[in-house]
């Protein structure tokens, strides 16, 4: 941002009841509300996931399908837990080095099989499983119900 403009610098001031604060430098970030916001933001999440490199995918139609993104929703596909941890570890290693912070209260995982294997982000979290039941199998007894 600041090769395209030097001279750009963004200050706030502080506004409580009718007292105003002495203006003070934003060195990070963009405006709430900056219609650039949501461009940059993309921008920086598809540098993280080429950075990242990310493998073992689901195989649809021939193409690695490793991971869907909306907004600043991500899901990541994998086939298996030891690589979904491995996956998240490096996704989320990445991110801090682009100066972006996983929220991993809110990072949860869910998955077709039955597993007891715990998924932990930087050694230190575990995540929730949002689902562990065998989806195929609920699948086809509700087919079975029909």
């Known amino acids: 941002m600041k090769r395209m403009s030097p001279s750009l610098k963004t ?3 502080v506004h409580i009841d009718n007292l105003e604060s002495e203006p003070f430098p934003i060195h990070r970030g963009v405006r709430q509300g900056d ?3 949501p461009k940059l933001f993309t921008a920086a999440i598809e540098m993280i996931f080429r950075n990242a ?3 073992h ?3 649809v139609d021939g193409e690695t399908l490793t991971n869907l993104r909306f907004a600043d929703d991500v899901a990541l596909v994998k086939e298996k837990v030891e690589n979904m941890e491995e996956q ?9 080095e682009s100066g972006l912070k ?3 209260g809110k990072t949860k995982y869910i998955n077709n099989f039955e597993s007891n294997k715990d998924i932990t982000i930087d050694k230190e979290k575990k995540l929730q ?3 562990t039941n065998n ?12």
């Open 102 to 104: 996983m929220h991993k």
């Open 53 to 55: 490199d990310l493998e």
């Open 135 to 146: 989806l195929s199998e609920r699948h086809n007894k509700g087919r079975s119900d029909m």
């Open 88 to 96: 998240l570890n490096v996704l989320n290693n990445i991110s801090l």
């Open 129 to 131: 499983i949002f689902g």
């Open 35 to 37: 219609p650039i916001s």
């Open 11 to 13: 200050s706030a001031r």
């Open 57 to 59: 995918g689901l195989n």
